[in-house]
């Protein structure tokens, strides 16, 4: 099968696409024919080893996994013998954060991992985009336990993260101000923000209200910068390490204390969580925010595109049938 295999870290063009061996479902797996799926900032830190720390988990000189990828959708090619939940033929979509492997044209997913089937309502492109993003949106909304009516920041509001995070803090009935750029803010008004402060004008550290909760969606703030945001038990949040890679350790200590806290969830792979996107996408309350759509065979310039820092939510990757020869690379 044809994939986006990568066995050096470094920039986009250590991808190249290649035949590797297409994978067989295990007894408890389901094998998916992978209709699309996603170039996001997690494959993108992986694959150019950025930070260094990430090689301890993925490889100290070079990568274990040599095909990226963590979101999915496509339809179930076949089930491992005691597979009861999903048939040949199901359109499922989901997430495998994990195992990777989804710039593909079949990946392995064990049924009690994190996929389900797809809305009726839902295109491919848009299920493949509905769970990562979503899923630290999600992690870190439900680890700070916020609830209806309290006034939530969001920074970096059209990015993947951010702008799932706005739609599903509306759905929550939080008050939400979104901070995003000049040429997006009716866009983010749309996604449900209350109130919306363009970034290019103004500083949002520097607002004079105060929220429960700051969510840094773009990992360009700090605790620090925020603090005086909070109201005073409130909770800054972020999707980044931070600027010197302190919000984990701050994680750690200001729980500790009384007053303001950093929380910093590192989200896992969860059934749950892609059932729960799932309600949310029948009833129309959660639509992934898409931006640039490239067949497989572009996915350097998908990467080139993530890793300037301007995409809008999610890009896209359709994964067609095999037109062209591809060089063997086993394993
Ligand atoms: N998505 C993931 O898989 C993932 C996973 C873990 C961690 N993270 C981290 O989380 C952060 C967000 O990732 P993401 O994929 O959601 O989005 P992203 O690609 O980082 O965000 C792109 C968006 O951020 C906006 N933006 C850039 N600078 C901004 C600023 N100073 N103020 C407000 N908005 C700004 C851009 O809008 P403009 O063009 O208008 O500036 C663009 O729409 C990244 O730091 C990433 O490393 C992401």
Redesign the pocket.
Known sequence: MKAAVHTSYGPPDVVRIAEVEKPVARDNQVLVKVHATTV??????LRAAKPFVNRFFTGLTRPRVTVLG?EFAGEVEAVGRSVTSFEVGDRVFGYNGTRFGTHAEYLTVPEDGSLATMPANLTFEEAAAST??SH?ALSMMRKAKLRSGQDVLV??????????AVQLLKRLGARVTA??????VELVRGLGADRVID??AED?TKDTQTYDVVLD????SSFGRCKRLLKPRGIYL???LGPLSQNPLLALITPLLRGKKVLFPIPRDNQEMVRYFKELLESGEFRPLI?RRYPLDQIVEAYTY?E???????VVISVEPSTSEARFIAG
Not at 40 to 45: G, L, V
């Open positions: 996001n900032r997690t494959d993108s830190a963590n990562e993003g630290y920074y970096g509001a059209t990015g993947a993260i951010g702008s799932a901070v995003c750029g000049l040429e997006h970034y290019t949002f969606a773009v990992g360009k972020s999707s980044d931006d993530v300037t820092g301007r995409k809008l939510g999610n």
